[in-house]
């Protein structure tokens, strides 16, 4: 394998010298946008777009709880319009293609706004959907929406009874082995289907054939025995959910199991009336305690419906509903930008965010406790409030934030419980998962109710990549536990040299975390390891100079580090590269000469792609601030080390 370094030559060292101006340009014109965009007090916070099943089950969901609001519902219905593919259908990430299930809610939505069938807009997305296998084709997820408004059958879904909240931590299916988002969503919704409702929409959806076939669209999530015992479980459950109607010993436990999902529930809201700070759990939460009795002006439901209204953004585009927001994730990574292109650790910005940061440290225990009872409270969460779920990547990156300030002893304090929080979280095999230790549950991902995303939260490489590279920087830290993350990674290293990406698309993220987090570790750029990520990168650079990863290369390897090229994408392609010590490679030229040509008059960049994840494939993001942190940090950086190059001795 040629060492790339070996192609670069002096013209390539020439060639980055004539890009110095530029490239000075393209940093102080980007660290000001940056500036520019910090909130009064201290934090950062870029939109979170997603696709529009979001907006159409908001709109649903207030048909269900009949508060449609016209002008509401109106501006809702102009974004999803204006999201509308020629073909007819809606996409689950731009540029991508028409999908089944986000196309039926859209549609619906847009039927509930007043949008008659006969129109062409109308007329075009039910032709897409009849002929792609109307309802029955959905995911499960879309059927449960569809039985709530009384177009398909309950009967016909398969089922999570609220008795699985007696289940013990221990045993297999209990809601302590799926993924806290998903456990979350399916507490609340096994509620919501122990009472059926149905709330008919004042029109039908025969145009989108709508017919409740037994058994239609739960096709089996594995093959073999396995499919046939989930199938027939599932049989039993729904057998055993008609019992509590007549006999009373099935009632008491039935009564028993919805008072302590109800308890459940109820202790998990948030400060700013939400659950989980993502939209699934908020909804199904806000049905299931409906259902309950509670009414719309009680408190709890009343926060809920404001904490929903802060999540809502009306802009020219029309009215559409963020499935999260990131603010400290956002500002951990904006301070890291800024320190890369040299802004003073003492800046009033940095110092602003610091604390803003410091504040949000959560110091309570959450579920991660239930498998982790010894491990003392600390880390951050996502989101404003979510203070149930801190998690292992955002406390990773606020540590290392932290880390840019001048210390004192607030900050020393929140970083060392951080960091003993998450190394506290470290999974069996060595690896980190984001919200749980050892939630890898292979059972619960093979229930017919779990057709759509992740169900649980495994190690993945992006997360442990951070966590080494944040171990490594406080360098006081365990060796063997480091050592432990260092040799799960490179167990997690695929066969051509790159790593998954589970958080962000996707192999080009994914190395573009590891690369740099391995040699901060002290792994030297020399080995073959090493060499063979870097070369991967280099052999899946595009023509133009960029990176980019559509998200289809979560199902089809002909796509893995295959895309339009993006800002988010390039750099973290560049971040690996100069980590790697390729800065004068010809590959890092051209694409840092591809940032900055792309660069906007503000000082941004335009990216519409998504390059965000979710759930692989089946739910992604575009964080709106990726496009400007990742692009200054790998700009800084490529600059400090031109600069440490131009000092070396000859």
């Known amino acids: 394998m040629t060492d790339l370094r070996e192609e670069s030559g002096e013209l390539a060292l020439g060639w980055s010298r004539h890009l110095l101006d530029d490239l000075a340009t393209a940093i102080k014109s980007g660290r000001e946008n940056l500036l520019g965009l910090q909130h009064a007090e201290g934090w950062w916070k870029g939109e979170l777009e997603t696709n529009v099943s979001m907006d159409a089950e908001d709109v649903m969901l207030r048909h269900f709880l009949g508060i449609l609001d016209p002008r509401r519902t109106a501006r809702t219905a102009e974004w999803i319009r204006s999201q509308q593919l020629p073909s007819g259908g809606w996409a689950t990430f731009y540029g991508g293609p028409d999908d089944i299930s986000v196309t039926v809610e859209a549609y619906v939505a847009l039927r509930l706004a007043g949008d008659p069938p006969e129109a062409a807009h109308m007329r075009l997305a039910s032709q897409w959907v009849s002929s792609n296998g109307g309802i029955a084709a959905t995911r499960v997820f879309t059927r449960i929406w569809m039985a709530v408004v009384a177009a398909w059958s309950w009967e016909d879904l398969p089922m999570v009874p609220p008795e699985i909240m007696l289940l013990p931590s221990g045993v297999p299916l209990n809601i302590y082995d799926f993924a806290c988002w998903a ?17 008919p929409l004042p029109f039908d959806l025969s145009e989108l054939d709508a017919k409740t076939v037994p058994g239609a669209g739960v096709p089996p999530n594995t093959a073999g025995p396995a499919s046939v015992f989930y199938r027939v479980l599932d049989r ?17 436990v039935r009564n028993a199991s919805l008072a302590k999902a109800e308890r459940w529930i109820l202790a998990r809201q948030e400060a700013d009336g939400l659950w989980g700070g993502i939209q699934p759990p908020v909804v199904y939460s806000i049905i299931a305690l409906r259902l309950l009795g509670y009414p719309l002006d009680h408190p709890v439901l009343a926060a809920a419906l404001r904490g929903l209204d802060s999540f809502t953004v009306d802009d020219e585009r029309g009215l559409h509903l963020e499935a999260c927001q990131s603010p400290v994730w956002d500002t951990a990574l904006a301070m890291i930008a800024l320190s890369d292109v040299g802004i003073a650790g003492n800046d009033p910005a940095m110092l602003k965010a610091a604390r803003w940061l410091v504040a949000e440290e959560i ?3 959450g579920d991660w406790s239930v498998r982790r009872p010894d491990v003392p409270a600390g880390g951050w969460a996502f989101e404003f409030h979510n203070d149930n779920y801190p998690d292992v990547d955002d406390t990773a990156e606020v540590i290392l934030a932290l880390r840019k300030v001048p210390p004192d002893a607030t900050i020393e304090a929140a970083c060392q419980r951080g960091v003993a929080w998450s190394v506290g979280m470290q999974s069996r095999s060595g690896g980190w998962g984001a919200f749980d230790a050892d939630n890898d549950s292979a059972t619960v991902a093979k229930l017919p109710f779990c057709d759509f995303g992740e169900v649980t939260d495994p190690p993945s490489a992006d997360v442990t990549a951070h966590m080494v590279e944040m171990l490594a920087d406080e360098g006081h830290v365990d060796p063997v536990v480091l050592q432990r993350g260092i040799d799960w990674l490179w167990r997690a290293q695929e066969p051509d040299g790159s790593w998954f990406g589970r958080w962000g698309v996707n192999y080009v993220y994914g190395t573009g975390a590891v690369v740099p987090a391995l040699v901060a570790a002290g792994v030297p750029n020399s080995d073959l390891r090493i060499r063979a990520a870097l070369r991967w990168l280099a052999d899946h650079q595009n ?7 559509d998200l289809r290369s979560y199902i089809h390897d002909e796509w893995h580090g295959r895309g339009l090229s993006t800002p988010s994408q390039t750099a973290w392609a560049l971040l690996a590269l100069i980590a790697g010590g390729e800065h004068t490679s010809e590959a890092t030229q051209r694409g840092v000469g591809w940032l900055i040509e792309h660069q906007t008059p503000d000082g941004g960049w335009d990216e519409p792609w998504f390059t965000g994840t979710g759930f692989p494939w089946d739910f992604s993001i575009n964080y709106h601030l990726y496009r400007i942190v990742w692009p200054l940090m790998a700009l800084g950086r490529y600059a400090a080390a031109l600069s ?3 000092s070396e001795p000859a």
């Open 183 to 199: 456990r979350q969503t399916i507490v609340a919704m096994s509620v919501v289907m122990s009472f059926k409702p149905a709330i």
């Open 644 to 646: 440490s190059s131009d």
């Open 363 to 365: 110091r309570e225990k």
């Open 543 to 549: 023509p133009d100079g960029g990176w980019g990863e």
């Open 236 to 252: 039993a459950i729904h057998a055993y959910d008609k019992a509590p109607s007549w006999f009373l010993p099935a009632r008491l």
